[in-house]
C-alpha cells in the first residue's frame, strides 16, 4: 500500500511533465507491421478510441495514456533479461490503463507476455506469462477487476523485432496491452 | 509402412510436400578413423530398368552421416559384383577396402519387393551377413534405411537409427501490403531430411513437437486459437485431439514411458506455472509442484517414476526431479547460471540441457551419477536437445546467420552434421522412437 501510494505520487509529477511535452501521436498496426513488427495484436485495436474518456486523455488534452486510444508506446512494457518485474517508469501508463479500465467496466483488455530468443522455449513462454501476470497485478491494484484482464504468452513465437542483438531483444522482452477482447 | 496423411480443420491447412525443400545434410566434422567401405549398386530381378530407389546410394548416404563410415565413390569401384559368387577380394584390398556390401532387388509380384543383400569383411574374405528385407513401393526408402540399420548394427554394434524420423517446426514469414505474415509448420521427416510431411500448418505458433513412445503419435503446442493448447495427433491417420486447453499456458508435453500420461506445465488461474501429469484416458490432472516459480519442461525417467524439469526456483532457470506423484523437488544442476529444458538419455544416465557457456545457449550434457556439465555444441544460440533412440547422437536447432537450422552432434563429441534447409526457419527437432515394426 505504501508503495502505491509512491506510485500515485509520481504519477502526479509525470502527468505534469508530460503536459508539456508534444503529445504523441497514434501509431496503427499497419505502421507497426512496415516497421518490422511481427506480433502485433491481431485485433484492429488502434486508431480512434480517445474520445471514450481514457481518464488520462481528458485531463492532458491529448492522446491518451491508457486505455484504448494510447499510443503504441504506452501500450508495450519492457522488462529486463530474465525478468519479469516492472520497471518504475511504466507506473505512470499502467495507472492511466488501470483507471480507464476502473471508470469502463465494460472494457477488456488481453495481456499479451512476450520473451526475446535466448534460452528455452517453453522457459521463455513462463517468462511471457510472468510478465503478463506482473502487468495484471499492477492493473488490479489500480482498479481494474480481474473479469476485465486476460492474460496470455507467446514466449519468444512472435518477436517484435527480428534480430540477435540486444536492441532487438530489449524490443521483444515487452507486454504489449491489447483493448477490445 | 507409416504414412502421413495431412489433417484438415478449420483453422489448419494439411498441405503436401512438393512446395517443402528437403533437408540436406553436410557433414561438418568428422572422425579422423571412419570406416573404408564399398556399397555396390544393386542388381535389379523385375520389369522395367530399375528398382524404385538407388538401395546403395541410399545406404552409403546413411553410413557416410553417421561419420563412422567413409563409403568410396561409386566412380572408383573396380568391380560392381550383384552375388557372392562373383566378389574378388584381391581387388577390394587393393583399395584398402574394409568392408563390402552387395545385393540385389528382386521383385516377385506387383509391388512386393525383396532387398537382399551380404556384408563382407574384405581383409579375413568372408562374409559376415546375409539379410533379406521385404519392401513395398510405398516405403521402399523407409527399406532402405532398414538395410543401412542392419549394417550399422553388424559393423558398431549400435542399433542404427536410419529408419527413424524427426519431427520439427518451420517458420517462415512472407511480407504483404506492409504487414508480415508467418506461416507454422509441424513436419516430420525420415532421419536423413528426406520425405518430408507437413502435419499442421497455422498461422499462429506451433511449438514443442514430442513423440509418443510408440513413434504413432506426436503431442505438441498450437497458438491456433490465439493461445496455447496442447494437442495429440495421430501421425497415421493425421486424425488429433486437443488434450489441454485450460486457462492460461498449456505447454511443454512430455509422454510417460508407458504411453499413458503426458506430463505438462500449467498455470491455470493463478497464472504460475506448475508441473501436472495429464492421464489422456481418465483426463485425470495430478499436480506435481505448486508454489511461485516457473516450472516446465518435464522430461520422463526411463522408469516412469521420477520427472526432470526446468525451474527458476533459485533465481535462474536450473534442472530439479521431482517424484512422478508429486512431492518435495530437489535441484539436480549446480554448474552455471541457466540450465534449462532437459531431455533425458536413453540409457538414463544422462540428461541434455540448454547451457549458458560463458553468454553462449550451448548443449550440454550433463551426468546425473556425477553431477558433471559437458558442453557438447559449440554455437551462440542452441537449443532444443533431442536424443537419437540409440543415445549416439544429439539433434538440436542452431543458428547460420539469422536463420535457424538442425544440427547433430555426437554424444562424445566428435562428429557433427548440419541440417540447413532452404527455407523459412527451422527449430525444436524431436528424434522419434525406434519404430516399432
Sequence with gaps: MTKFKTVAALLIVTLVTACSGPSKSTIDEGAAGAAGAVGAASSGVSAGGTGAGGAMGSATGGSALGGPGASQENRIIYFGYDDFAVKPEYDVILQAHGKYLSANPAARVRLEGHADERGSREYNIGLGEKRAQSVRNVLLLQGAVSDQIATVSFGEERPAVIGSDEEAWSLNRRVEIVYGQ | ?437
Design chain 2, 1 to 437: 509402412m507409416h504414412k502421413l496423411v495431412p489433417v484438415f480443420a478449420a483453422v489448419l491447412i494439411l498441405i503436401s510436400s512438393p512446395g517443402q525443400a528437403e533437408l540436406q545434410i553436410q557433414i561438418t566434422e568428422g572422425v579422423d578413423k571412419a570406416l573404408p567401405i564399398a556399397v555396390v549398386p544393386f542388381g535389379w530381378q523385375g520389369p522395367g530398368a530399375a528398382p524404385p530407389l538407388d538401395v546403395a546410394g541410399v545406404v552409403a548416404a546413411d553410413l557416410a552421416r553417421s561419420g563412422r563410415f567413409a563409403p568410396l565413390d561409386r566412380k572408383d569401384l573396380l568391380q560392381r559384383p550383384t552375388t557372392g559368387a562373383d566378389v574378388d577380394f584381391g581387388d577390394w584390398r587393393i583399395q584398402a577396402t574394409d568392408f563390402l556390401i552387395i545385393g540385389r532387388v528382386v521383385q516377385s509380384v506387383p509391388d512386393q519387393y525383396e532387398i537382399q543383400f551380404q556384408v563382407f569383411d574384405v581383409l579375413r574374405g568372408e562374409q559376415l551377413l546375409s539379410y533379406r528385407q521385404p519392401a513395398t513401393a510405398a516405403d521402399f526408402r523407409r527399406s532402405c534405411h532398414r538395410v543401412a540399420d542392419v549394417i550399422y548394427e553388424k559393423l558398431t554394434g549400435i542399433r542404427g537409427v536410419f529408419s527413424t524420423r524427426i519431427a520439427y517446426v518451420t517458420v517462415s514469414r512472407s511480407q504483404s501490403q506492409g504487414q508480415v505474415n508467418s506461416t507454422y509448420r509441424l513436419v516430420v521427416a525420415d532421419a536423413d531430411g528426406q520425405n518430408v510431411r507437413i502435419m499442421v500448418e497455422s498461422r499462429q505458433p506451433i511449438m514443442s513437437p514430442a513423440w509418443s513412445p510408440d513413434g504413432r503419435k506426436v503431442a505438441y503446442v498450437s497458438f491456433e486459437a490465439n493461445r496455447s493448447e496442447i494437442y495429440v495427433q495421430d501421425l497415421r491417420s493425421g486424425s488429433r485431439k486437443r488434450v489441454s486447453a485450460r486457462p492460461g499456458v498449456n505447454g511443454a508435453p512430455a509422454w510417460s514411458p508407458d504411453g499413458q500420461r503426458l506430463a505438462v506445465s500449467l498455470s491455470r488461474q493463478d497464472g504460475n506455472l506448475d508441473l501436472y501429469t495429464l492421464d489422456l484416458n481418465t483426463q485425470v490432472l495430478t499436480r506435481l509442484t505448486s508454489g511461485s516459480a516457473i516450472d516446465t519442461e518435464p522430461t520422463w525417467s526411463l522408469d516412469g517414476e521420477q520427472i526432470y524439469f526446468t525451474s527458476d526456483a533459485a533465481g535462474g532457470p536450473q534442472v530439479y526431479r521431482v517424484a512422478a506423484e508429486g512431492g518435495s523437488a530437489r535441484r539436480m544442476t549446480f554448474e552455471g547460471s541457466y540450465n534449462a529444458r532437459p531431455r533425458m538419455a536413453p540409457d538414463g544416465k544422462q540428461l541434455a540441457v540448454v547451457h549458458n557457456d560463458r553468454g553462449n545457449y550451448r548443449i550440454a550434457l550433463i551426468d546425473l551419477a556425477r553431477s558433471s556439465t559437458q558442453v557438447l555444441s559449440d554455437g551462440r544460440l542452441d537449443e532444443s536437445p533431442s536424443f537419437a533412440p540409440n543415445g549416439e547422437m544429439l539433434i538440436y536447432a542452431t543458428r547460420e546467420g539469422t536463420r535457424g537450422v538442425l544440427a547433430t552432434v555426437s554424444t562424445n563429441g566428435r562428429i557433427r552434421t548440419r541440417i540447413p534447409e532452404l527455407d523459412g526457419d527451422v527449430r525444436e527437432p524431436a528424434w522419434s522412437p525406434f519404430a516399432e515394426d
